[in-house]
């Protein structure tokens, strides 16, 4: 394979390689103009602090450790500011020619009366990294990333969790709800005697045996899954659950919408530093770039036109 075939290579995304080493070029200024306003930051505090002490004629090796882990602390922070605007700025540029229409990310993500109510959350302390917004081929779309931390029934620890929340509007009217969950084996049948037992009118419904090996599919009475449920969807979905085994994959359609819930191993530019250059990044932008079109490739499939560019 000579060069040139290399720098196209496609990547899992679908997106070409030399596609992302431009666009991580052209950020890459702006990491340096981060980096040397971090840097200048980082170290006045730490001087401003250790003159302090000077000033008064006195030197404290505790006074100096302080100075370190404030300096540390606000590097720290630098560095977490960083990653939430390399992650927009790169973003933005893959989003716009997806029909992306808003994107923010860290702490602007939320306003702040909803980023309270996530601390207090029944599901626990919920954190947004980011959200985006738009439309593919006229339906409505948004989607987010949060990091949840659950406490352990029982434990003083707290259970982390990272996931990607996709929200599309339905293309077809329908009423009732079908929910498509990970196959759960001997317990959906002890779960179908208690929803009998209940008088629940949701029930599990089999769809088709490739699908039924992955997910179970519950629909209310006055639901038609298979209007919903499409071998086009059913592709969709199982791709999805294919990119990322062991995890709770799971979606809901109701009240004119699909939520998708997806469990991810860790969040988008986990790995992104103010000293680390933007050209390393190839890999997060990969995920980066499908995370986004997650919406794209559901409203295809919805649409019953899955095997399009998004690929």
């Known amino acids: 394979m000579t060069q040139h075939d290399e720098d196209r290579a496609i990547l899992a995304s679908g997106l070409a390689r030399d596609e992302i080493a431009d666009l991580l070029r052209n950020a890459e200024p702006r990491r340096m103009a981060n980096l040397a306003s971090s840097i200048n930051l980082t170290g006045g505090v730490f001087l401003a602090m250790l003159g302090h002490q000077l000033e008064r004629e006195s030197f404290s090796w505790l006074w100096l450790i302080v100075a370190c882990i404030v300096s540390g602390m606000v ?10 605007i390399a992650l927009a700025s790169v973003a933005q540029a893959i ?3 997806w029909g992306q229409n808003y994107f923010a990310s860290g702490w602007g993500a939320v306003d702040i009366e909803k980023w309270i109510a996530d601390l207090f959350s029944n599901e626990g ?5 980011w959200k985006s917004e738009g439309k593919h081929r006229d339906i409505d779309y948004r989607l987010n990333e949060s990091t949840i931390w659950r406490r352990v029934h029982g434990k003083k620890r707290s259970e982390i969790i990272h996931l990607i929340q996709v929200e599309v509007a339905v293309p077809r009217s329908f009423s009732g709800s079908v929910e498509v969950v990970p196959k759960s084996g001997f ?3 002890i779960d179908d005697v208690f929803r009998k037992m209940t008088g629940d009118d949701v029930r599990r419904q089999p769809i088709e045996p490739g699908f039924d090996a992955v997910f179970d599919t519950m629909v209310s009475s006055n639901a038609a899954a298979d209007k919903l449920v499409t071998a086009s969807f059913r592709d969709a979905m199982l791709k999805l659950a294919s990119r990322s085994p062991k995890t709770y994959l799971s979606g809901r359609f109701e009240h004119g919408w699909f939520n998708l819930r997806l469990p991810i191993p860790e969040v988008v530019f986990a790995s992104a530093s103010l000293l680390k250059p933007m050209d390393q990044l190839l890999d997060d932008v990969d995920t980066l770039w499908w995370d986004l079109t997650i919406a794209h490739r559901l409203i295809d499939s919805l649409m019953g036109d899955y095997h399009g560019p998004l690929r």
């Not at 590097?75 to 960083?82: D, I, V």
């Not at 302390?125 to 990294?129: D, L, Q, S």
């Open 75 to 84: 590097w720290k922070l630098s560095n977490r500011l960083w990653r939430d």
């Open 95 to 97: 989003g716009e020619r």
């Open 125 to 129: 302390k919920r954190f947004t990294a």
């Open 187 to 189: 317990s959906s049948a």
